[in-house]
């Protein structure tokens, strides 16, 4: 039996931060299940038992742990298996900085970031209108934040969001920024010296590198979640 079932869809960007924190873990005592989603199987009380969200990811122990929201999943699977994405424990200076930025992103970034791929990309196929102030107003947030965030890169010289360690922060970062690439519209980081340096650093690592190499299509993926969708009607 395998150490945990996770629960997940392409299509859905949470489950990418639990997926990309096993990736660079090495971690393969795992199955992973891709739940139905164009047919609701979210929302079927057996899953709803797993999750009453109704959502991705979740996951489930060999022991009969179960657990949702992506970002507590993932610090989960690191202290459990041990993976190498936290800061020393007994670095108090490091766990400071890393609780900071992982709530920084959880606070300011997520939400502009969210908004600006959904009222971009995934409204419009979903044959959905844009709501244009909502696209602005989060833009210009996303934009500010990261004007902060290369400043402070440029100033402190730090290698990555937490420090000079690659942890759970560079992945909660990476997940939908590499969203934003695929779209075209990975200029937020490009166009960004410190933030560029970052992101290429990032890139030298096997199991980023491969993850973004496989982001999916989103056009690809709302065509077959529409097609199965209509096969179910």
């Given amino acids: 039996m395998p150490q945990f079932t996770f629960y997940a869809h392409p299509i859905a960007t949470a489950p990418d931060r639990v997926q990309l924190a096993i990736d660079e873990a090495g971690f393969t005592d795992y199955e992973r299940i891709t739940v139905d989603i164009p047919n609701k199987e979210q929302k079927t009380p057996e899953y709803l038992a797993r999750n009453p969200f109704g959502k991705v990811p979740t996951i489930v122990t060999s022991d ?13 699977l690191c202290t459990r298996y041990n993976f190498d994405l936290l ?48 696209l602005e107003k989060n ?6 934040y990261l004007d902060v965030a290369e400043s402070i890169f440029s100033k402190t010289g730090k290698k990555f969001w937490a420090g000079d360690k690659f942890t759970l922060v560079d ?63």
């Fill in 139 to 144: 833009r210009k947030a996303l934009s500010e």
């Fill in 171 to 233: 992945i909660n970062y990476i997940v939908p920024l590499a969203r934003m690439f695929e779209r075209g519209q990975g200029d937020v980081i490009t166009s960004r010296p410190a933030l560029k340096a970052w992101w290429d650093r990032c890139n030298e690592r096997p199991a980023i590198k491969a993850f973004i190499a496989k982001v999916p299509n989103v056009d690809q993926l709302m065509a077959q979640f529409k097609q199965k969708a209509e096969e179910k009607q």
């Fill in 64 to 76: 009969g742990i179960t657990m949702y929201e992506s970002r507590g999943i993932a610090r989960y």
């Fill in 87 to 134: 800061p020393n424990p007994n670095d108090n200076a490091a766990v400071a900085l890393f609780e900071q930025e992982y709530s920084c992103e959880t606070a300011c970034f997520d939400t502009p970031v969210s908004t600006v791929l959904f009222e971009s990309a995934f409204k419009p196929l979903l044959g959905l209108e844009t709501d244009p102030a909502s």
